[in-house]
């Protein structure tokens, strides 16, 4: 998967609703880090196996779930605010940045598939900023 597809489909939907740039960018590197690792964890970078992205909105809000074929991991056990050790590593903060950066993350297990689900909302100084 090419993860600058969803990136620039979240800038382009984005900039013509009422989000910022920074809040579209939050989305965005949210979105990678899912994809990202719906290909490495979930799939294991089998090229065959599909990792699927829905995209529903409307003017203040984004939703974005992120669809793998993988076991998925225990998300009831986890406190997703809980700030990794080191936040400067490469890897391991990716949860931790979709919590931060998302107004809601939640995830689910239904018939094979796991998911990611995200939500961003714009703030009020976004939609007033567009009135």
Do not use: W
């Amino acid at each position: 998967m090419m993860l600058g597809i969803p990136d620039a489909v979240i800038q382009e939907l984005g900039s013509e609703l009422s989000f910022s740039q920074a809040e579209l960018d939050e989305l965005s590197t949210s979105v990678i880090e899912g994809c990202t690792n719906a290909l490495e964890h979930g799939n294991h970078m089998k090229t065959e196996t599909p990792v699927r992205i829905s995209i529903d909105f409307e003017r203040t809000r984004i939703e974005v779930t992120i669809y793998d074929e993988g076991p998925g991991f225990d998300f009831e056990s986890i406190d997703f605010s809980q700030e990794p050790a080191d936040l400067m590593q490469e890897r391991g903060r990716g949860i931790y940045i979709m919590f931060t950066y998302c107004d809601e993350l939640s995830f689910s297990r239904n018939n094979g598939t796991f998911a990611v689900k995200m939500v961003k909302m714009a703030k009020e100084s976004s939609v007033e900023s567009e009135s």
